[in-house]
């Protein structure tokens, strides 16, 4: 048995972890080209059509920034 099942946390591959980080750093508001060269992309494009999907927080967040333009 492995500490991660003991502790009851699901076993992750290394590739999902990346996914999660870069996810993270996303929603808090990191700079996409900085993400881009993280994960070593040859383009932002890539990283963006990859891991730029709408997630709930990255939509509130956009959505406070207009409210706060608007005002």
């Known amino acids: 048995m492995t500490y991660l ?9 290394p590739h999902a972890l990346r996914r999660t980080h870069v ?25 963006a059509n990859t891991n730029l999907h709408i997630t709930k927080k990255i939509e509130e967040s956009a959505l406070d920034l207009f409210q706060y333009y608007v005002k």
């Open 5 to 13: 099942s003991r502790a009851g946390l699901p076993i992750l591959s």
């Open 23 to 47: 996810i993270h750093l996303l929603e808090a508001g990191a700079n996409l080209k900085y993400v881009s060269a993280c994960l070593g992309h040859s383009s932002v494009k890539s990283t």
